[in-house]
């Protein structure tokens, strides 16, 4: 079992940061892909950033590219979200999620998932 905790979302204005944290505990988090979903309100879950278990490989939506980056420290088993020049559509609950599968766009692929963290993004 891996246990995933989000932390960092909060309520910023269009154009504004955020940097989300993701800790995992449990078993050997560098065994896992780490990846972001969002879901805003009506929505369904989106894929948003993954990161390959060492880190050294990325991937990102489309309507993410250039202003997000996500990271990893498999030292102190966490995964992080950076994001820039926020947007209003950006709205969702942000969920953290690992997985051992290569289908990392797909969200049915990810066995391990935290309870999410909320940002709002203000006009």
């Known amino acids: 079992q891996v246990q995933l905790v989000e932390s960092g979302g909060g309520l910023v204005h269009t154009g504004g940061s955020l940097r989300l944290s993701c800790a995992a505990s449990?078993?050997?988090?560098?065994?896992?892909?780490m990846a972001w979903f969002r879901q805003a309100p009506g929505k369904e879950r989106d894929f948003v950033a993954a990161?390959?278990?060492?880190?050294?490989?990325?991937y990102y939506a489309d309507s993410v590219k250039g202003r997000f980056t996500i990271s990893r420290d498999n030292t102190k088993n966490s995964v992080y979200l950076e994001m820039n020049s926020l947007k209003p559509d950006d709205t969702a609950v942000y969920y953290c999620a690992g997985t051992t599968s290569v289908n990392i766009y797909r969200g049915g692929a990810y066995i391990y998932w935290g309870r999410g963290t909320q940002v709002t993004v203000s006009s």
């Open positions: 449990g078993r050997t988090f560098s065994d896992y892909r």
């Open positions: 990161v390959s278990r060492g880190g050294g490989t990325t």
